[in-house]
């Protein structure tokens, strides 16, 4: 069975930090793309970073040079370290696992940040 487990999430005040961790479960890890998601209310999903099994990473316009994307193959982790936070961040942030198309979520962890 597949799972993806966020952690991490909560309430924080602008300019905040928050690191989210994802564990994944029942997948080839080390053979997935792995992805931080994120859908505030009323808006569609959008990707917010993404590393490859490689260790390539891309990010959003918007979270460059304030939140970093890693992995850790032996512990089958994700996580997104965010500073820097802006209200604007706020929204449920979902972690996304990516092989040869079929894509796996977790339940998503809440985000919001305060002004």
């Known amino acids: 069975q597949v799972r993806l487990v966020e952690s991490g999430g909560g309430l924080v005040q602008a300019g905040g930090s928050l690191r989210l961790s994802c564990a994944a479960s029942g997948i080839v890890f080390v053979l997935n793309d792995m992805g931080w998601y994120r859908q505030a209310p009323g808006k569609e999903r959008e990707l917010v970073a993404r590393i490859t099994k490689d260790k390539s990473t891309t990010y959003e316009d918007s979270v460059k040079g304030r939140f970093t994307i890693s992995r850790d193959n032996e512990k089958k982790m994700v996580y997104l370290q965010m500073n820097s936070l802006k209200p604007e961040d706020t929204a449920v942030y979902f972690c996304?696992?990516?092989?040869?198309?079929?894509?796996?979520w977790g339940q998503g962890t809440q985000v919001t940040v305060s002004s």
């Open positions: 996304n696992a990516e092989r040869r198309g079929v894509f796996r």
